[in-house]
């Protein structure tokens, strides 16, 4: 169980930095063949690391991180050796996982021999090295790299599939992949971000909420009583208050300014909307909602503490009350660990470069500001509420909230592997259920054994709880099918609901695009093309606050074809897809990939949501509408193509 919470901690820990090296890319590979014969020969997969990395071996236990693997798209008509490393892996026991794991750590060749067992049957190796890389400080996520090499000219079928000719189309149909020139204009030019006073607001309500929690709120009376003894001068003691209050937010402002300067906007909106992620983070909020609620406390292990404190005692000045914050930040990471990883993921996918660092600017203020405040007015200190009962309310609160939130990041990764498990009225009566048993915990109805008992609710518990139980009532009606648009960038979308009393509200789409086009074709209609993401939060505000309004829904249904391509859909292709992209040759796995490719390689675009009308032939009619929830603006928009489709 220990394993299990180090890692769920370590995970949040890394949340911001496992693209780092996807980035700066510290592990590399290169690969080669070499024929003995027409039928036999090696494959060589060189790999190259910097300084301080290493990747996994190939047999790991389970709980630990991704072994490397080499994975052959050819399953007939040839026989793969095992491969062979040139330097024996170092196998060790592994801190951070607790587990005995092998890596390599230096620059490695692995050897396959194959041998063509039948001529007939193949014509080229493909496929594509998996692996995982970590130094002391951070993992990369798994990565893939393909390969692919021709061995017989004898065979003309190819195992993979070209854009072009896919399901029998000629050169002519073929076009409408082909790149095109987005007319200009100036509606909604730009992709839309969240405005910084939101993320801002958000971040300093996240860190208040920090502030109310067990692990920050004690540490106010003691940590301003410190200052205040440790200096005669009054003038002096608050002096070092502040400077202790501004170390806080530098701290926590330099983790957002690390995180914009390397990452930047698109890469982290790109994390917060993988699949994989939504799911750790699942299971990582699902962890804390569960210690919130008293099952057990999770701790960064304390000799990361005690190592700060020391050097708090052992430096003077500046220095010394800055290493006096950071071991505040550790100490109480346990409770703000959760708000500050929810509060990234909304900043990542708000689409502005500066987001997180607007957010922890905001979260950074609102928990140092006390100490500040109650030094320079320490009178103050009396009327501090005293530690009590009340603060493990507010934890178990907030256990209820993460548990709630946990769903969010479930339901994208089940709709991206198409799981089925968590359909809109299931998710829905989830949140009825905790929202409710929220409400009740805060009349007293519902005790935890570390709970004091509720001798009288008072006026603030009372109408939380109000709030609590009038919005798991107002949630009911989604088990039919009433939209719930302001909850519409939460819960998933309309079309998995199994049992609507509203159909209405739905409209005929397609989900592949050559379909879709074809269908356009046949029946003289422009097409409007919607690249969304099952993971995509501001596409599902798009769908609930504009694609669901009987305005949107009639100009659509009566003079469109509608194509929403999923850009994160994990369902494998009937066969991979070859394409080449800026000078590489690309191979395309997954329905999500298709749609991804297609949207830069046309469009030169990668964000979503994000759409544009297209006339017959595949060419723009329109510039493309980014996310922006104003009506008008997007049904005028709609009503200018169509007017450019009777035109053109």
């Not at 769903?407 to 198409?418: I, M, P, Q, R």
């Not at 009937?574 to 000078?583: F, L, S, T, Y």
């Amino acid at each position: 169980m220990r394993r299990i919470f180090t890692s769920a901690v370590l995970l949040l820990a890394t949340f911001c930095t496992a693209l780092y090296a996807q980035m700066v890319d510290p592990i590399q590979w290169s690969h080669s063949i070499e024929k003995s014969s027409d039928t036999e020969g090696k494959l060589l997969f060189s790999a190259t690391m910097e300084k301080g990395w290493h990747f996994y071996g190939m047999q790991l236990p389970d709980g630990g991180p991704n072994p490397t693997e080499f994975v052959f798209d050819q399953k007939e008509g040839i026989e793969f050796g095992e491969p062979t490393p040139s330097v024996k892996a170092t196998v060790a026991m592994d801190e951070v996982f607790g587990l005995e794991l092998s890596w390599w750590e230096s620059d490695v060749t692995f050897t396959v021999s194959y041998k063509v067992t039948d001529e007939t049957k193949v014509n080229k190796i493909s496929g594509y090295v998996s692996f995982q890389g970590c130094n002391d400080e951070m993992c990369i996520a798994p990565t893939k790299v393909s390969f692919s090499y021709k061995i017989n000219d004898n065979v003309v079928e190819d195992d993979t599939e070209e854009i072009a000719t896919e399901e029998g189309e000629n050169s002519a149909e073929a076009d409408i992949w082909a790149p095109v020139e987005i007319p200009e204009g100036d509606a909604n030019s730009e992709v839309s971000s969240q405005p910084w006073w939101y993320i801002f607001l958000l971040g300093f309500g996240g860190g208040f909420i920090a502030l109310l929690t067990p692990c920050v709120w004690p540490l106010i009376p003691m940590t301003v009583s410190f200052f205040l003894k440790k200096n005669s001068d009054k003038s002096k003691s608050i002096r070092e208050a502040m400077i202790y209050g501004a170390s806080i937010i530098v701290i926590y402002l330099l983790l957002g300014l690390t995180i914009t300067a390397v990452f930047g906007a698109s890469k982290l909106n790109d994390l917060a909307t993988n699949a994989v992620f939504n799911l750790a983070f699942f299971l990582l909020l699902l962890v804390f909602a569960i210690s919130f609620f008293g099952a057990f406390d999770i701790k960064l292990p304390s000799k990361w503490s005690t190592s700060i404190d020391n050097r708090a005692e052992s430096t003077t000045g500046i220095l010394s009350i800055f290493f006096m914050a950071f071991t505040l930040a550790l100490v109480s990471f346990s409770c703000t660990g959760p708000i500050i990883g929810t509060l990234l993921v909304e900043a990542a996918s708000s689409g502005d470069i500066v987001g997180p660092a607007v957010g922890m600017a905001g979260f950074a203020i609102a928990l140092a500001l006390p100490f500040t405040l109650f030094a320079i007015f320490p009178s103050w200190l009396k009327e501090m509420p005293k530690s009590g009962g009340w603060l493990n309310s507010v934890k178990v609160v907030l256990g209820f909230l993460e548990l709630a939130l946990a769903l969010k990041f479930l339901s994208v990764a089940d709709l991206a592997y198409g799981w089925g498990i968590l359909d809109r009225e299931v998710f829905i009566c989830l949140w009825v259920v905790i929202f409710a048993m929220l409400g009740f915990y805060l009349l007293g109805k519902i005790r935890f054994s570390h709970d004091s008992p509720v001798e009288s609710v008072s006026i603030l518990r009372f109408f939380l709880s109000l709030i609590s139980l009038s919005f798991a009532i107002y949630l009911i009606p989604g088990l039919w099918g009433a939209p719930l648009k302001s909850v519409s960038a939460f819960v998933p979308p309309l079309y998995t609901q199994d049992f609507n009393l509203y159909e209405d509200n739905n409209f005929k789409q397609f989900d592949d695009y050559d379909q879709g086009m074809a269908y356009a074709e046949e029946n003289g209609l422009p097409v409007l093309i919607d690249f969304s993401g099952y993971g995509c939060v501001n596409c599902r505000k798009m769908e609930g606050a504009v694609f669901d309004t009987p305005e949107v829904k009639k100009i659509i249904s009566e003079n469109f074809v509608l194509i929403t391509l999923m850009v994160d859909d994990k369902k494998e292709l009937a066969k991979p897809i070859d394409v080449e992209e800026n000078g590489k040759e690309v191979r395309l796995y997954t329905v999500g990939d298709k749609w991804s490719y297609l949207q830069r390689h046309k469009f030169a675009a990668n964000s979503q949501p994000y759409y544009i009308i297209l006339d017959n032939e595949g060419k723009a009619l329109s510039i493309p509408f980014y996310y922006e929830e104003n009506l008008p603006k997007f049904t005028d928009w709609l009503n200018k193509g169509i007017d450019s489709y009777i035109n053109n």
